[in-house]
């Protein structure tokens, strides 16, 4: 039985996304107690440069032209043919828009057991515990993988992409890439988010909304506050969603993460999804009417006041403040 | 006179109409004089393509889909001003505004932010989208007790028919609580649904969705029938309206009042309570609800001026002609449209007038009103010291102590 | 185009989580069950496929509380055959297993198209639809936030994090894994769905008896540690705004 841990690396546009960094931390976490090594499985074509400063024992190299963009398709079948071979302890994925597609194909074509929403992996001996978070960020389920082999899907969690990083690249092995004709997905074009608008993860201020902005009419108020102090407004998916700020705003799991100095989350339930993007603030001041928000549990500080009432007094207090 | 060309639907002006004759007086339409005073009276008459007598216009030309492809009605907040002033009582209001809007929710053209409160009131019974579960919770903070009718309390005198805002928006908690206050100073034996009161629905019925309003009043009935009570008491002008002029129709009839209603019968028992002067020069707001929907005026006003140190003064719009503070018909929940579309908001017209009227208090009787006025007060300047009370809360207040 | 939408129904997050005496699971008793949000958008993107190129959409639940109104509701805007799959044991299923139980029952119905959210707040094993696009052995996208079908073919928007879209054109059969449709889900009047409830007809199928699976062996459910939770501003608005007054210019942000 292997005790291996593999990682799938998940890259786009010539970047290993942190994901995969935090994929790998996690890995060696539980390596030691598998006794096993930390494998990257690293697809695609001339990407072979990206296994720099990969946190892994060992990088697996798959190269083809039909692998240049991520296709679930052309994935599964490389994956597919790996796992044929040799079967890990465990298999991670990032719990994201590319491991998504494959690991849970992965799991019904081998009928291997899959977690999702894994925050946590710790070695206990021979025992992988896992602790995933669900309903919304609401309850913590622990549990055990089982084995020989499991698939999981991994979340941000308490991981910090630099663990996952290494000073040294690891060992590169090129694996043969399988047949991949009669592959029925192909990537027609990508479609860039707006230009022209502000980046911003790289904002030090941002005034977030959720739900509980409640219509288009309010936004003014919080992008008063935000321009008050000097920052950005950003959103949650349903703010997107209705329109009431453009994508390039959209802080979460298929939005940008951030890492401002403090992000000001209003009318935010905390969601993991969007809470995974967030962890890197400095400082989270979380504004809901719900006492049993899940965006509580991370924020510094907290009041249950309402935001529609807070956002003017407090825009007001800022430009004093700044004596304007 | 319109051509083929410009009617192609001929049909749609034409079904609006005979779909007007089915509601009470709805036939009425036909002896508009096109005098325009609907249009003119109306807050947001200047910011539709269609005001009222707009839209009468249209039917009798045949075109009436082109109400219906502009946004017209969804400006309508059902404030009854409009019926107030026609000349040939068209039931405005009730029919036609009401009409137009269940046709432009049956094409699936509603905004964003009244889907919500739609979707809320189906699923949870309560427009914000609270657990029902958490519907009483408000008694627990209130430092009188409460009595919650459930299967150990089966029967009071008076049930106390709370409403949405009341029950779960903080602000209008506080008026909740006055009221219990006074309640219990004069004795009276007081108990509310708690979990199983929905949302009375008018609301809704005035939005365009009358098969949730229906929906929503059997759901209400179904709570009323499992307790013994000798009358409804309700601080919400729209679920009075509601539970006397709706309700009735569905089968469900009980004697209901306006706590106004109920506390000016005991006036002479409330007066003794007194012992505390609010001095201040108090404007009083007509609900739209209460006022021009059901002729209810004076007393609001007796029990203001019988609270020592009050002086009631008018605004220039009072009475029938009081100015709505915009949350009727819908409004409540679409702000952001409304907005947009007129730049203006009828509860900072209102805030400004209390002020040019010398008012110290805008004194109301409508769960919409205490946090729509208190945003107003806070984005007008000139009224930015005019504090937002119902009456309720003045009252206990002057019991206090 | 032959559509089928499989609906999930999960628990309402307005209402309190409560686990119960085992501590492995939930106590159902205050559990209100809600169409899980993306299959609320997979029903609306459906819609807007059908009506752009034709053909029926289907819509598959399994048979738990609330699941009629869901079914009738899906009618009224417009979906034109509605399943509901029964068995003591529907209420007890993991994805794993229901992907399985959908494939069986999905693949007489021949679909093209088979459009269901790209996941569940409650998914413990992974999101349903790529494992039944295994089932099926279909191609899936998932993440995807906009749908062009065409006879063999759709192109589809698929989300990356940061904004970034890949415009992916898949074969059909396809599954999609729904983010978000086109238009945000439709408003449905409440009279239309009543009208619905008399005219519609709900379909029963039985759903197979799953094979056991090693499944994650779940020992414990908890509420997050709070021990670190936020510290909680008290006051009225005005107290508040000036705490947050004074923490902005602590960390020199003002």
Redesign the interface.
């Not at chain 2, 365009?208 to 949730?212: C, H, M, N």
């Given at each position: 039985m292997s005790k291996d841990i593999y990682v799938l690396i998940e890259h786009l546009r010539e970047q290993v996304a942190d994901i995969s960094y935090i994929m790998l931390a996690a890995a060696r976490g539980i390596a030691a107690g598998t006794g096993g090594t930390v494998v990257g499985i690293l697809i695609g074509h001339n990407v072979q440069g990206l296994a720099d400063g990969i946190g892994a024992d060992r990088v697996l190299y798959i190269d083809d032209l039909a692998l240049a963009d991520f296709t679930s398709d052309g994935y599964q079948r490389v994956v597919e043919n790996l796992l044929a071979q040799k079967r890990p302890r465990a298999f991670l994925f990032g719990d994201t828009s590319m491991g998504g597609d494959v690991a849970g194909w992965l799991s019904a074509h081998l009928s291997l057991p899959l977690v999702s929403h894994c925050r946590d992996l710790q070695a206990d001996g021979e025992t992988i515990k896992f602790v995933s978070q669900v309903y919304g960020g609401k309850i913590l389920v622990e549990g055990a993988l089982p084995s020989p082999t499991a698939i999981v899907m991994m979340v941000p969690g308490g991981y910090k992409a630099e663990q996952g990083k290494s000073a040294q690249t690891p060992e590169m092995v090129r694996l043969p890439a399988p047949a991949l004709d009669g592959l029925r997905i192909s990537v027609k074009n990508y479609i860039e988010p707006a230009a022209g608008d502000v980046d911003i993860s790289k904002e030090g201020v941002l005034v977030s909304v959720g739900r509980g902005i409640q219509n288009q009419d309010n936004m003014e108020m919080a992008r008063d506050l935000a321009k008050a102090l000097g920052g950005e407004v950003a959103g949650s998916r349903p703010v997107i969603d209705q329109g009431w700020l453009p994508s390039t705003r959209l802080v979460g799991k298929s939005g940008k993460s951030v890492k401002p100095s403090v992000y000001l989350a209003l009318g935010i339930s905390g969601a993991p999804e969007h809470v995974e993007a967030i962890g890197d603030s400095e400082m989270i001041i979380a504004i809901n009417t719900d006492p049993q928000a899940p965006i509580f549990d991370i924020a510094k500080y907290g009041s249950q006041v309402d935001l529609l009432d807070l956002l003017p007094v407090l825009t007001e207090k800022v430009t004093e403040a700044k004596g304007g | 006179m319109a051509t083929t060309a410009e009617s192609p639907n001929a049909s749609v002006s034409d079904n609006f109409v005979t779909s007007l004759k089915e509601l009470a007086d709805g036939d009425r339409v036909r002896i508009c004089l096109q005098c325009g005073m609907c249009s003119g009276v109306c807050p947001f008459g200047f910011a539709m393509d269609f005001p009222p007598s707009k839209m009468i216009a249209a039917l009798r030309a045949d075109v009436f889909e082109r109400v219906l492809n502009s946004d017209s009605a969804w400006m309508c907040i059902s404030c009854y001003a409009c019926t107030e002033v026609c000349p040939s009582n068209i039931p405005l209001t009730a029919a036609m505004m009401t009409r137009a809007k269940e046709e432009l929710?049956?094409a699936?053209k509603?905004p964003?932010?009244l889907?919500l409160a739609?979707?809320n009131s189906?699923?949870?019974g309560n427009v914000l989208?609270?657990?029902p579960?958490r519907r009483s919770e408000w008694v627990k903070a209130a430092d009188l007790p409460i009595n919650v009718l459930g299967k150990d309390n089966k029967s009071t005198d008076v049930l106390w028919f709370v409403g949405d805002y009341a029950s779960y928006h903080?602000r209008v908690q506080l008026v909740s609580q006055a009221l219990a206050r006074v309640f219990s100073a004069l004795g009276i034996e007081v108990a509310i649904l708690g979990p199983d009161e929905v949302n009375d629905g008018d609301s809704q019925r005035l939005a365009?969705?009358?098969?949730?309003f229906?929906?929503l009043a059997t759901k209400n009935w179904q709570a009323f029938r499992r307790y013994k009570f000798n009358e409804i008491v309700t601080a919400d002008p729209h679920a009075f309206n509601a539970l006397k002029n709706e309700y009735p129709a569905l089968g469900i009839t009980y004697p209901v009042r306006h706590y106004t209603q109920f506390l000016v019968e005991r006036l002479a028992h409330l007066k003794t309570k007194f012992n505390r002067e609010i001095k201040a020069k108090v404007a009083f707001h007509d609900p739209c609800y209460l006022g021009r929907a059901n002729g209810i005026y004076e007393e609001p006003r007796q029990l203001l001026t019988a609270i020592p140190g009050v002086e009631l003064v008018e605004m220039g719009h009072s009475r029938t002609t009081s100015l709505c503070c915009g949350g009727g018909g819908g409004g409540m929940w679409m702000?952001?449209?409304h907005?947009?579309k007129a730049h203006a908001r009828p509860s900072e017209w209102r805030v400004r007038e209390a002020k040019r009227a010398g008012a110290d208090i805008l004194a109301v009787a409508c769960p919409y009103e205490p946090p729509r006025f208190e945003?107003a007060v806070?984005?007008v300047q000139s009224a930015s010291s005019l504090v937002v009370k119902d009456i309720a809360e003045l009252l206990a207040d002057a019991i206090a102590g | 185009m032959n559509i089928v939408v499989p609906i999930k129904l999960v628990p309402d997050l307005v209402e309190e989580i409560v686990i119960d005496e085992s501590e492995a699971s939930l106590d159902t008793s205050w559990v209100r069950l809600i169409t899980n949000e993306p299959d609320e958008h997979s029903i609306e993107q459906a819609l807007l496929v059908k009506e752009s190129v034709g053909g029926t959409v289907t819509v598959v639940a399994l048979d738990v509380e609330g699941a009629d109104d869901v079914l009738y509701t899906a009618a009224a805007k417009g979906a034109d055959r509605l399943i509901k799959l029964t068995g003591n044991h529907v209420t007890e299923l993991n994805n794993y297993a229901l992907s399985r139980i959908l494939a069986n029952v999905i693949k007489t119905f021949r679909p093209e198209l088979i459009l269901t959210g790209v996941g569940a707040h409650n998914d413990l094993d992974g999101p349903v639809g790529s494992q039944l696009a295994e089932q099926l052995g279909m191609p899936y996208v998932g993440y995807v936030a906009g749908v062009k079908a065409s006879a063999d073919s759709a192109v589809v928007r698929k989300e990356y994090p940061g904004g970034l879209v890949a415009e992916m054109v898949v074969t059909l059969p396809a599954v999609l894994g729904v983010q978000a449709a086109e238009k945000p889900p439709r408003y449905c009047p409440i009279s239309r769905v009543r009208q619905a409830m008399k005219t519609a007809n709900i379909e029963e199928m039985p759903a197979a008896e799953p094979e056991s699976v090693d499944g994650a062996i779940v020992v414990r459910m908890s509420k997050p540690d709070t021990g670190e939770r936020a510290e909680m501003l008290e006051g009225d608005i005005e107290q508040v705004a000036d705490r947050l007054i004074e923490i902005l210019r602590h960390i020199d942000v003002l």
């Open positions: - | 929710i049956l699936g509603v964003a932010e889907q739609l979707e189906q699923r949870y989208g609270q657990s579960r903080p365009g969705e009358r098969g949730l229906e929906t702000d952001g449209f907005w947009e945003d806070k984005s | -």
